[in-house]
């Protein structure tokens, strides 16, 4: 919920207010569109997570969502900015933190 305030209130001071006059330049924008980026990955991660638990809660594999990321890796095009203009974290970074949380999952 926390996070979710953060989001709305960068996104709340990017678009109006003295700190739009003061960000209106390139740079400015640039910098607006990293903050709104990182939280989109952040719950794009999150999201992942609560698939897999409620995957498993459901009876299903909670590992499929690697499955399916590995499938879409090769799809991937990673720009020479690394993906920091992106809304989804790479594939690499979903399947690492995906694996991370199963082997911290209770009931695999």
């Known amino acids: 919920m926390e996070r979710m305030l953060k989001n709305a209130l960068i996104k709340a001071v990017s678009r109006g207010g003295h700190f ?3 960000a209106t330049g390139t740079m400015g924008q640039i910098g607006i569109g990293f903050l709104e980026k990182a939280y989109s990955q952040e719950n794009e991660l999150r999201a992942d997570t609560l698939a897999a638990r409620l995957s498993a809660t459901a009876g299903y594999d909670p590992a499929a969502g690697i499955d399916l990321f590995l499938a879409l890796q090769p799809l ?3 720009s ?3 993906g920091y ?7 690499r970074v979903r399947i690492m933190q995906l694996r991370q949380f199963l082997r911290a999952f209770p009931d695999k």
């Open 80 to 82: 020479f900015l690394g």
């Open 20 to 22: 739009q006059a003061a």
């Open 76 to 78: 991937e095009k990673e």
């Open 85 to 91: 203009f992106s809304t989804h974290p790479a594939c």
